[in-house]
């Protein structure tokens, strides 16, 4: 298989990875609503053909990760869901404003597997990895975990940055990730971070 390769298309403070082995490519996390302009503009900045994006995963449903899922799927980018996702989509519409321009997304068209069949729909397309289920932030987060140790977290809370969260529940998810190898944090917003910075302080390991 090929080497994989990362870059963020990202804007407004989110990022939007592109996970590319070869043309092969998987973006994670969708754009906020009403900004397909923006992400077609920084796609094709980045050289990233849209037709090449075999998949759109949203780590989890809120708008300024999933924004623009029902606009991918238009413009011919599947939407792969996780099971354990399904139930937080329709609560997308209740967020947001009419000038935000949100296309609701619809449920009867999406890829929706279950975390343990993601490993094989990823290596179809190339990527040696799996979508693990990691709660904390929202009971819909999952994490893109790839075998070379990188992690995309979405905005999986930091362990020091706990508010509202049950930071038991954040600590399970970062441990699991951790026990999987994870290494390097992708994050959903701010820059890429070593997995030593989240969990060294915190476990007590
Ligand atoms: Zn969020």
Not at 45 to 59: C, F, G, S, W
Not at 103 to 112: A, H, R, S
């Amino acid at each position: 298989m090929p080497k994989v390769t990362v870059v963020n298309v990202g804007y407004r403070s989110t990022n939007y990875w592109v996970v590319s082995a070869g043309t092969t490519r998987l973006l994670v996390d969708l754009g906020w609503p009403g900004t397909m302009g923006m992400m077609r503009a920084n796609l094709k900045r980045m050289d990233v053909p849209i037709e090449e994006i075999r998949y759109a995963l949203a780590t989890h449903y809120h708008i300024d990760h999933a924004g623009l899922g029902q606009e991918l799927k238009e413009a011919g980018v599947p939407l792969l869901v996780t099971e354990v996702q399904v139930s937080a989509i329709p609560l997308m519409k209740t967020w947001v404003k009419p000038q935000d321009r949100y296309v609701e997304i619809t449920l009867d068209d999406n890829v929706t597997i279950s975390c343990a069949e993601s490993r094989s729909v990823l290596e179809r397309i190339g990527i040696r990895g799996e979508i693990v289920h990691t709660p904390g932030h929202s009971d819909d987060s999952v994490s893109l975990l790839l075998d070379d140790g990188s992690v995309f977290t979405g905005d999986l809370t930091h362990p020091e940055g706990i508010g509202v969260e049950d930071a038991t529940v954040v600590a399970a998810s970062w441990r699991s990730l951790r026990e999987r190898g994870a290494t390097r944090i992708y994050p959903g917003h701010g820059p890429v971070r070593q997995m030593d910075s989240v969990t060294a302080s915190h476990d007590g390991q």
